[in-house]
């Protein structure tokens, strides 16, 4: 009979469970309840008593780390304090939130308990089995996988389920805290390195995604690359509407090859294959030429609409709900203009 | 027709960074440890060799996305413990944060766990190394955010996002220098056999969405701009 164990973390400020973490137990209450299995949750935190508020009611099982060494995401802490709770688990699957935190040490836990992992999981299903979907996407396929080595460790992506929202409580820390024994940490997480508020254009909670190819930067009619009027017109379209921007390969690798760029762009803003994946609600493509390197990032967006001059560009066969065959450049700054009266 | 094998863009940027590295801190040494088919390896040297000077230690076996990382991590650790004259306490361990192929993020990290390697950093763009040995390094976190860490020293860990290096040019000097010794040792390459560690495919199938495109080539600019602006604003 399989047990389910869902891992989870504190924010930045060290006392409350990410939404993510909180997606992932909802995953694995929906989990056991289908296999009928036992479920525990399992926090990394540095105040575990407040971050365990949240789901003091999720599931029968609570364990915590807590502790001032655990409010930095590091690989040495993090694994260690994850070993710890998976030994007193003792779970047959492990579910854990594929964060930044996360991902940085769940493999070498996995390897430390002598179990398996797979990453980047969308659904989990099974009939009396589990069965957890993940893409490939060179190969350009979904597939449901399993296995039956145990214990089988989960990364899920985000938005993948519903935000647990239980009844809050007040967790006997002193019960489930349990102790971790800290190899020599010679890590120190020193801060956050962020673009200055009004120059960041990643947001993953904007409505909207507004992606720049390649083309804002190409010659236009007249002969002339007009790289700084792109600019403006990119960012007043940013402040106007509050979307968060997203850039293809050929745009942001520009950069490096000493071609007319736009500054504000990094290859943080990279959407694709070998970029992010981002899950805003609506996409605006511009200028890219929506080949599947590109839209392979694009498959969480929920409506998608692309200008391009291309009639013959990937989003017209079948990548994007509408396409306008226009000049970017005029099209968007009349959006400006409407945007700001 | 089977389109040409490249070198995984991550690792790719983590060669080159790696690279710029050793150029910059005299006695330095770069291995390149790569597995894949000894012919597709070959194919690969034949670009990657001219970009950088490095000594090859390769692992004929399977590549893609479908070879098990848990076995994969295993074959590259036996081949970095085969390194003679190897000083492991000295070690900054780079690879791909994650491959194109199969997007896991699990190899590098198993492998560092495998050498006993008890720093790791993933999603880094830059490392700065100081005198005394240690370095302050760059990962991406959530919303287009860096994590900045300063690390002891080696031995250590970093899978690479992008970094912030262009790709090298073709240098043909560095080139001939890597291929005298790339040719012999890929003719040498030991073979591993990747278990499948109890995977098993219960479906595939290609991507559902297929959505029906409107294409619109007769609207001008004010009314595409209308109708994106009435778009942005639903259910906002």
Known sequence: ?341 | MVLPAVLDPWAASALYEAAALAAKHPGSKLWLVALGPKAKLQQVMMTVAQKVAFELVPVDGPIGGFPDAHATAAALASAIESIPGLDRAQLLLFGGWESASRGAGVTLQQLGERLGIADQFFGVDQIDLRPDGSFEVLERVEGGKHQVSVCAGAPAVLGWATGNLPEPRNNPQIGMSNMRTIMPTLQRAKTATLDANSLQYVSVSLPKQQRETRVEKNMSPDEIAAELVAWIGENS
């Open chain 1, 1 to 341: 009979m399989e047990s389910i164990f869902v891992l989870t973390h504190a924010d930045e400020s060290g006392s409350a469970l990410t939404k993510h973490s909180l997606e992932a137990v909802t995953a694995g209450r929906e989990l056991a309840a289908r296999l009928n299995a036992l479920l525990t949750i399992g926090i990394v935190a540095a105040d575990a008593h407040r971050a365990a508020s949240a789901v003091m009611h999720a599931g029968p099982r609570l364990l915590a780390v807590q502790g001032e060494a655990f409010a930095q995401p590091r690989f040495a802490s993090d694994a260690a304090a994850c070993e710890a709770l998976c030994r007193a688990a003792q779970a047959t699957i492990v579910l854990a939130p594929q964060s930044s935190r996360f991902a940085r040490v769940m493999a070498a836990v996995a390897h430390r308990l002598g179990g398996l992992i797979d990453t980047h999981i969308t659904a989990l299903g099974g009939a009396d089995s589990v069965e957890a979907t993940r893409w490939f996407y060179r190969q350009r396929i979904e597939a449901v996988v399993t296995r039956i080595a145990r214990p089988w460790f989960l990364l899920l992506d985000s938005g993948t389920h519903a935000a647990f929202a239980g009844e809050a409580g007040n967790a006997p820390v002193d019960e489930i805290a349990i102790a971790v024994e800290l190899p020599a940490l010679r890590t120190e997480v020193t801060g956050i390195r962020a673009p200055k508020q009004d120059e960041q254009t990643i947001r993953p909670d904007a409505k909207l995604l507004f992606v720049a190819g390649a083309g804002w930067t190409k010659k236009q009619p007249d002969g002339q690359v007009h790289v700084d009027e792109a600019g403006r017109l990119i960012l007043a379209f940013l402040r106007a509407s509050g979307a968060s921007l997203g850039s293809s390969k050929s745009l942001v690798d520009q950069g490096g090859e000493g071609n007319s760029v736009l500054s504000f762009l990094t290859h943080l803003n990279q959407v694709g294959q070998t970029g992010s994946t981002p899950r805003h609600a609506k996409g605006l493509s511009t200028c890219c030429h929506g080949e599947e390197p590109h839209v392979v990032g694009w498959r969480f967006i929920g409506e998608r609409r692309a200008i391009s001059l291309d009639a013959n560009c990937g989003w017209t066969r079948g990548k994007a709900d509408v396409v306008y065959i226009a000049d970017a450049f005029q099209v968007m700054a009349k959006v400006n203009e409407l945007l700001k009266s």
